[in-house]
């Protein structure tokens, strides 16, 4: 279990690196625009609350037991979460391909659980 884990975080550092060297060009931004800002800080709180509860719903019908339930449910999550902020990357930070780092990063993680998920 810990010898994937360190697997994947050795592939998504060298590729974040990788990406942020070729793609992004400089330091990455945030967004500092007010409307822009407030819709991140709030969308990912409310986000975050909902995965929350739907981990709750789904630690009490299945207890754990449903491996493959709970690795979809996190790829779901992240894909959520990730897409979230991309959109507003590219709403908001404009003339940067910041978006496209958080794209490819998500298609990484995603291609990782789908192999993860047939392996477990």
């Known amino acids: 279990m810990f010898l994937p884990l ?3 975080l050795g592939f998504y550092l060298g590729l974040s690196y990788v990406l942020k060297r070729f ?3 400089g330091v990455l ?3 500092v625009h007010p409307v ?3 819709i991140e800080v709030w969308g990912s709180i409310g986000l975050t609350v909902a995965g929350m ?3 709750f719903i789904l630690y009490n019908t299945t207890g754990w037991e449903d491996i493959q339930a709970i690795i979809w449910f996190f ?3 992240l894909s959520l979460q990730t897409g979230f902020r991309a ?3 590219w709403k908001y930070l404009k003339g940067s391909n910041q978006y ?3 794209l490819i990063q998500l298609a990484f993680c995603l291609i990782y659980v789908a192999i993860w998920s047939v392996v477990a």
């Open 36 to 38: 822009g800002r407030r």
């Open 75 to 77: 790829a779901g999550y």
């Open 100 to 102: 496209l780092m958080s």
């Open 53 to 55: 509860v739907i981990l």
């Open 23 to 25: 793609l992004v060009k």
């Open 29 to 31: 931004q945030r967004i």
């Open 87 to 89: 959109l507003l990357e």
């Open 6 to 8: 360190v697997i994947f």
